[in-house]
């Protein structure tokens, strides 16, 4: 994904001004306030330590960076709730299995997602990691959530 997401800074002429880093969310490999934007996507229910790594990344923003998280959510909609839980649950891993040949990948997503905190709670996760102006707003009917704040400016 890396190497992709290279091509793109690169094919965008942007090269010069986004820096790309691979390294573990608890100990990111950056200097205190030297990052100006952080993004994660559908990854941080993986973190064994989301709390920490939140923290992590707040470290390395600057005051006023901003930070981007894009994770699956379960639907709070009566009527989409139950459907989409069973298709989750019971349709999109025998479609994923067949596909890719891998059986535990996707009994695992229904899983972690599962077990996630809910929208609410991980606002409160990032506001007691030390970010402000924090959101979580649900995409396709809360199957998805954009969570975006901001480091405080202290």
Not at 95 to 110: E, F, K, T
């Amino acid at each position: 994904m890396l190497a992709l997401g290279l091509q793109k800074v690169r094919a965008a002429g942007e090269d010069g001004h986004i820096t790309l880093l691979r390294g573990d969310a608890m100990q990111l490999p950056a200097a205190d306030r030297s990052v100006d934007a952080a993004t994660v996507a559908f990854g941080i229910r993986n973190v064994q330590r989301p709390d920490v790594a939140c923290r992590e990344i707040a470290r390395v923003l600057r005051p006023g960076g901003r930070l981007a998280i894009l994770e699956f959510g379960v639907p709070r909609i009566p009527g989409i709730k139950p459907v989409y839980l069973w298709y989750f649950t019971h349709v999109l891993p025998r479609i994923g299995r067949a596909i890719s040949g891998h059986n535990a990948a996707y009994s695992y997503l229904p899983a972690s997602v599962g077990t996630f905190a809910p929208p609410s709670e991980f606002v409160e996760t990032l506001e007691r990691a030390g970010f402000s102006s924090v959101r979580a707003d649900p995409l396709t009917f809360g199957i998805v959530y954009l969570y975006t704040a901001r480091r405080a400016a202290t």
